[in-house]
């Protein structure tokens, strides 16, 4: 098993800038990759950046440019620097892990991202 805890978050203005954090804890030795999805009110969740072992990133199309994700801490903790916020980006923040050697992925709590216009 593996708990992720996530910090981070909160009420900014449309242009401003917030970074998340998520701690992963237990079997994190089979941990491949990390990231962050959000799910805004009445629509599906969707990823919003991902990071592997090799520090290869992937984003939303949504926030190229604008966001940068990374890892530290042994690869046990991800970061999202969220730059140039905008009110589409408001939604709860999930953090995630992909375990390959379980075959499983884990969820965070989630975390309040909300932009003002």
């Known amino acids: 098993q593996v708990q992720l805890v996530e910090s981070g978050g909160g009420l900014v203005q449309a242009g401003g800038s917030l970074s998340l954090s998520c701690t992963a804890s237990g079997s994190t030795s089979g941990i491949y990759v990390m990231g962050w999805h959000r799910q805004a009110p009445g629509m599906q969740r969707e990823l919003v950046a991902s990071?592997?072992?090799?520090?290869?990133?992937t984003y939303a199309d949504s926030v190229k440019g604008r966001f940068l994700i990374s890892r530290e801490n042994a690869k046990t903790t991800v970061f999202l620097q969220m730059n140039s916020l905008k009110p589409e980006d408001t939604a709860v923040y999930f953090c995630?892990?992909?375990?390959?050697?379980?075959?499983?992925?884990?969820w965070g709590q989630g975390t309040q991202v909300t932009v003002s216009s």
């Open positions: 990071i592997n072992n090799e520090d290869t990133p």
């Open positions: 995630y892990c992909y375990h390959w050697i379980r075959g499983e992925e884990y």
